[in-house]
């Protein structure tokens, strides 16, 4: 990806010049949490179904990845480590790994969660329960389906507000921009409007109900979604409500895989 750190990859070298950057960026002597973004090798992810072993190719081990981690850990400069958009195998092997050679411990993982994509729930979240690793949900609002603001225009229409997925035509190609990702949100955000609640309110305070779920990674562009998104905190969804949320779930299955 040469839009990424002119195409750098994950070698101690890269990790290495990337946390020093992030570190100058940031005008600051320590980072509290950092976090691979993505695996160093090809995982079925990102609107990728299934795992094909023919796509592997040589990268940085995860032990290499781990041990410039350490580097980093104990120089001061990063407190602990996380990952995101990993698999099972990833973070056991992360694990395992750890303990085996006395490298610093995963502490969490950034993965995608909320009502139209639980993929965590497919082994992720016995993977990380079992082995205390915290999930930092990412998009809790579905790329802002979830919002209801692509309701009544949908994501392609000239009329539809210019957030990421009006805007970037590969946004609209996968995951978040499936045409049933779209059906199941407004369905969600009718069920919110029942209910009365906003449909963001809906979304978060799903995602507080899960035990899966550590915290929420939120964006905002004004202080009234702030506020709305601060609100969910203090929501609660009654047993009948998460009935109807659960029967959708099971006719409209992870459509923003």
């Not at 994950?10 to 990790?15: L, N, V």
């Not at 079925?44 to 990845?65: C, H, L, M, N, W």
């Not at 979830?146 to 949908?154: I, P």
């Not at 609209?172 to 919110?192: D, F, I, M």
Request: charged fraction near 20%; include cysteine.
């Amino acid at each position: 990806m040469p839009w990424i750190r002119a195409g750098g990859g994950m070698t101690a070298a890269d990790i290495g010049a990337s946390c020093d950057a992030s570190l100058r960026r940031l005008q600051t002597d320590v980072i509290d949490l950092y976090q691979i973004h993505w695996p160093e090798r090809h995982v079925p992810a990102f609107g990728i179904v299934y795992y094909d072993p023919t796509k592997e190719k040589s990268e940085t081990s995860i032990r290499e990845q781990l041990e410039a981690l350490a580097v980093l850990v104990r120089a001061g400069k990063v407190r602990h480590i996380g990952l995101s958009n990993e698999t099972p195998y990833g973070v056991h092997e992360f694990l395992r790994l750890a303990e085996q050679h006395g490298l610093p411990r995963v502490a969490s993982i950034q993965n995608p969660y909320c009502l139209i994509n639980r993929t965590f729930e497919n082994g992720l979240d016995e993977t990380c329960h079992r082995l205390g690793v915290s999930l930092l949900a990412y998009s809790p609002l579905g790329f802002g389906l979830l919002t209801g603001k692509y309701d009544a225009t949908g994501i392609a229409s000239p009329e539809a507000p210019q957030g990421r997925m009006a805007k970037f035509e590969s946004m609209k190609k996968q995951r978040w921009g499936r045409p049933e990702a779209l059906v199941a949100a407004r369905r969600y955000n009718a069920l919110a409007r029942e209910h009365g609640l906003t449909p963001s309110q809906l979304a978060l305070a799903f995602c507080y109900t899960k035990w899966q779920v550590a915290s929420t990674i939120i964006g905002v562009t004004s202080l009234a979604q702030l506020d709305e998104d601060l609100d969910a905190w203090g929501t609660t969804l009654s047993p009948e409500l998460l009935k109807a949320i659960d029967a959708i779930r099971w006719e409209l299955r992870d459509p923003a895989l």
